[in-house]
């Protein structure tokens, strides 16, 4: 989910199962969502995106399912592996681009 | 291929010292942005450039200034740094201004002591 304030939400899943990150976003008039990965030390990285004519977007070993109703974004990722451990966050579009804080992605081995 | 590239990676500065943030990208982008994170917060723009010849305020644009040197470049000035402003400086880069997936740099570490 979003972070306020210094710490991030953490989610640590066993190397090979399934993860899901959520976002909710504030502005119902957006309408492009991207989700980005962050290791430390290193900019963020672009995963997939999704524009609001869509509820679901695959990519390799990655899904983004947004639901427009309740504002809200996830980021699953099939058979999580050790080099998936970053931040990960979501970024909407309306106006401009507004990012979360992110989650903490912790695979253990 | 090399993206966007910053520079430097690090600096130190005393308060009331300036300096400038390099950035350059070869993907041929029309739009560049810079942000700074800091930690536990989203990024937060700074200043963006749509195309070349514009730049634009963003967010958190106080005590920075910026010159889109041409297509390619795209600088940020701080002329009296803060500790306020001690944070993690991102420059990216998109096709157009924010209808396509932002491209980032590296990041500048920066401290204001």
């Known amino acids: 989910g979003e972070s306020v304030g210094l710490h991030l939400p953490t989610l640590s899943v066993q190397e090979g199962d399934n993860s899901i990150i959520n976002c909710a976003y504030s502005n119902s008039a957006s309408d492009y969502f991207i989700w980005y990965k962050q290791e430390s030390g290193k900019g963020p990285q672009f995963i997939i995106d999704?524009?609001?004519?869509?509820d679901k977007r695959q990519g390799q070993r990655v899904t983004v399912l947004l639901n427009k109703t309740v504002k809200h974004l996830s980021l699953q990722i099939a058979a999580t592996q050790p080099g998936d451990s970053a931040v990960y966050f979501c970024a909407e579009l309306s106006n401009d681009m507004r990012f979360g804080a992110g989650t903490r992605l912790t695979v253990k081995p | 291929n090399a993206g966007v590239t910053q520079t430097p990676k690090f600096q130190v500065l005393k308060t009331g010292q300036s300096m400038t943030l390099q950035c350059a990208q070869d993907m041929n982008h029309n739009s560049m942005y810079w942000y700074r994170q800091d930690p536990g917060m989203g990024l937060r723009l700074i200043y963006y450039s749509a195309s070349e010849g514009t730049t634009d305020k963003g967010e958190v644009p106080n005590g920075y200034n910026v010159s889109r040197l041409n297509k390619r470049e795209f600088s940020l000035r701080l002329e009296s740094a803060a500790p306020s402003q001690t944070s993690v400086y991102f420059c990216a880069s998109s096709l157009g201004p924010y209808n396509s997936p932002l491209h980032f740099g590296n990041g500048t570490r920066l401290t204001v002591t």
């Open positions: 999704i524009r609001s004519n869509m």
